[in-house]
């Protein structure tokens, strides 16, 4: 019934001479993300960007002969979602022969799953996976490999946690790697060992190298057909852009490739991998385009609080001890000297730096190693590459990232408005964690556990995001999520720390113009604005009034980028 309203257009004239694809959208609920006009209830597109937006009087003015009348008949219209912290290659993985172990609540479920998918592969084929959470078994316990590997003896087979920071090996895998008792952790890594310094199976941060350099480059599908497949997902859900972290050649060629031929429709912000940056811009100019711009690099000061590799101020509650009975206080996977090096070198030749910091140690040195490069480093002041995007970051700062700020010591809050830092965050991981946060940290910590409230009362935007495949790709679970701080069962009554919870407001822009501003794209997208891009979203329900259970049932029923409908529900 909705796709037959949205397709019925009524044609009007008058003596305007404006473009022929001129459409008006009329009797909508239209949020802008614009504190100017918040919102709306019309609003015209022309040649892919918006003419005006307003009430349905004033924006009728721009109706001419040939122009098309669109009556929403009441539906939602957000600017397009945008996804500031996600994994491309990782979502398309999922619909490419990967496992999603996401859903599983037990170690015999992930077992099972691994066994059926062995009985219809070669003998010898690699088996991946990803998504298993231990926390959400009846054990809590970290597995070992053993069981595994008697129920999968002839299949390599390698399983990454949900955080992406941890894995299990059975022991085909550790043999094709080489790894056995003898091995060593390397630096910023752990392989967790049992009875005779045996490896368990499971390898937390670097270590997990190990076994990744073992496993054959065609285990997994092209870089191009990862992204599309992956883009199809995004675009069912109302996002029309996504910044894609930690990118290598392959990935970037393929975007490239992609967007050369026009099967390119998402806006991607691409960040190439940190141990790469400062070679690739040395050599090449920054990137800037209206479907993939790559100017930003993604570093990574510690692990996650979910395998216990965030690194903390003070010990683990749960884990105040290593192996070696010496303080636990998780893991620096860099060398705090060469996120140092690498940010001095981003401020000189004018690209992003986004750093992976969730314990509140790694907050604090993440934040030292972007004061020292503001204080040291002399910006390169050459003319823009493109005269058509303005805005390099010698012009407008460097607004250096930080990627989650899952526990900042409240000292730390104020630093990152005075550093110009934007702390990039993901509400569903805040949701997913809190169930076993405290048992990490303890209840004095948690004054800056998840603190939007507190980061945005500093005077930051929080540019909003998902982590997918860690967490879903819609991002209206995260809307959820930032104003509730509850499951989706709406636990714990009142949410979890409810003084840190976002508006409605505030959670719509960080999924958009704060997302935008995050990507120094906010003048020319991320709000519904005359003479911006055209992109938008349709929803069933209007998120911003209705219930907060509601918005979970809520579906995009159009996702429009450039004034294209790039999805439509059928």
């Not at 675009?235 to 026009?262: N, P």
């Not at 860690?470 to 995260?478: A, D, H, I």
Request: glycine residues 10%; charged residues 25%; aromatic residues 6%.
């Amino acid at each position: 019934m909705i796709r037959l309203l949205l397709a019925a257009l009524t044609l009007a004239s008058a003596s305007v001479s404006l473009a022929k694809d001129t459409t008006i959208y009329i009797n909508a609920r239209i949020y802008t993300a614009s504190d100017d006009l918040p919102t709306a209830d019309a609003m015209a597109v022309s040649d892919g960007k918006i003419l005006a937006i307003g009430n349905r009087r004033d924006v009728m003015r721009h109706m001419h002969e040939g122009a098309a009348q669109i009556d929403m008949q009441g539906l939602t219209i957000l600017p397009g979602l945008i996804d500031a912290h996600a994994h491309m290659s990782g979502l398309g993985a999922l619909d490419a022969g990967v496992i999603d172990l996401s859903t599983t609540t037990s170690y015999d479920e992930v077992i099972e799953l691994v066994r059926a998918r062995a009985a219809s592969v070669p003998r010898g084929t690699w088996i991946l996976g990803r998504g298993w959470d231990h926390e959400s078994w009846a054990s809590k316990e970290l597995p070992t490999h053993n069981r595994l590997s008697d129920a999968v003896p002839d299949h390599p087979v390698w399983l990454s946690r949900v955080d992406g920071h941890a894995g299990m090996a059975n022991t085909a895998a550790m043999q094709a790697a080489g790894v056995s008792s003898t091995t060593d952790s390397p630096e910023g890594g752990d392989i967790l060992r049992g009875a005779g310094d045996e490896p368990t199976g499971v390898f937390i941060d670097r270590s997990m190298s190990l076994i990744g350099q073992a496993i054959p480059r065609d285990a997994t599908a092209s870089p191009e057909k990862l992204i599309l497949l992956a883009q199809e997902r995004c675009l069912k859900v109302g996002l029309v852009g996504v910044h894609d972290m930690r990118i290598g050649h392959d990935e970037i060629a393929a975007y490239e490739r992609l967007e050369a031929d026009g099967r390119l429709r998402l806006r991607v912000y691409g960040v190439i991998r940190g141990a790469l940056a400062e070679e690739y811009f040395e050599a090449n100019p920054i990137r800037v385009s209206d479907r993939f711009t790559l100017r930003a690099c993604k570093l990574y000061m510690d692990g996650a609080m979910g395998s216990r590799g965030a690194w903390l101020l003070e010990p683990y509650l749960d884990r105040p001890t290593d192996d070696d009975g010496e303080p636990y206080t998780g893991l620096s996977v860099t060398d705090p000297l060469t996120i140092d090096r690498i940010s001095k070198h981003a401020v000189k030749h004018g690209y992003q730096v986004c750093t992976h910091a969730i314990g509140d140690a790694a907050n604090r040195r993440t934040l030292d190693a972007y004061e020292y490069a503001h204080a040291t480093a002399i910006p390169n002041t050459q003319p823009g590459v493109d005269p058509a995007h303005p805005g390099l970051l010698h012009e407008r700062g460097t607004r250096f990232r930080i990627e989650h700020a899952q526990l900042v010591h409240p000292d730390d809050i104020p630093r990152f408005e005075a550093l110009g830092v934007l702390p990039s965050m993901q509400p569903t991981h805040c949701t997913s964690d809190m169930r076993w946060f405290e048992d990490r940290v303890g209840a004095k910590r948690l004054k800056g556990a998840y603190a939007w409230r507190s980061l945005i009362d500093s005077g930051v935007p929080i540019p909003g995001g998902s982590d997918f495949p860690v967490e879903s790709e819609n991002p209206l679970y995260g809307f959820y999520s930032a104003i509730t701080r509850q499951n989706h069962r709406g636990e714990p009554v009142g949410g979890w720390l409810p003084g840190q919870r976002m508006t409605r407001t505030e959670a719509l822009k960080s999924m958009t113009i704060w997302a935008a501003y995050a990507s120094f794209e906010e003048d020319w997208r991320g709000s519904l604005e005359p003479g911006k891009v055209a992109d938008f979203v349709v929803l069933d329900h209007d998120i911003m009034t209705c219930k907060p259970g509601e918005i979970l049932i809520t579906e995009v029923v159009r996702t429009v980028i450039g004034g294209e409908t790039v999805y439509e529900r059928e």
